[in-house]
């Protein structure tokens, strides 16, 4: 009933860039919190950056002053600009959102991406 579709990664040289997209699509009512999470080999599922409903954002330390979490209502997608990438960035990167689904009642639900690699290799 819901997904959610990313695509911009790829590989990049450290200090390069690159930028994110996640689409939600199906039966929308609302969508609450959106962001991007990453998992790196043999590490767990981490938090990248949030952006609420408001425009409000929160940030990793790790990522603060080099990401960008931005969000678009009216196409329900959520973009991720990623600057001065370094190796330790290497990562599949996961789009999350809050969905309430329509004739699903008032509660919202978790959804994620199917996940989009992002390699940071000179």
């Known amino acids: 009933q819901v997904q959610l579709v990313e695509s911009g990664g790829g590989l990049v040289q450290p200090g390069g860039s690159l930028r994110l997209s996640c689409a939600a699509s199906?039966?929308?009512?609302?969508?609450?919190?959106m962001g991007w999470y990453r998992q790196a080999p043999g590490k767990e599922r981490e938090l990248v950056a949030t952006?609420?409903?408001?425009?409000?954002?929160n940030y990793a330390d790790s990522v603060k002053g080099r990401f960008t979490i931005s969000r678009d209502n009216a196409k329900n997608t959520v973009y991720l600009q990623m600057n001065s990438l370094k190796p330790e960035d290497t990562a599949v990167y996961y789009c999350?959102?809050?969905?309430?689904?329509?004739?699903?009642?008032?509660?919202?639900?978790?959804?994620w991406g199917q996940g989009t690699q992002v390699t940071v290799s000179s």
């Open positions: 199906g039966s929308i009512f609302s969508i609450n919190a």
């Open positions: 999350n959102a809050i969905i309430t689904v329509k004739a699903q009642g008032p509660l919202p639900h978790s959804y």
């Open positions: 952006v609420a409903s408001g425009y409000n954002t």
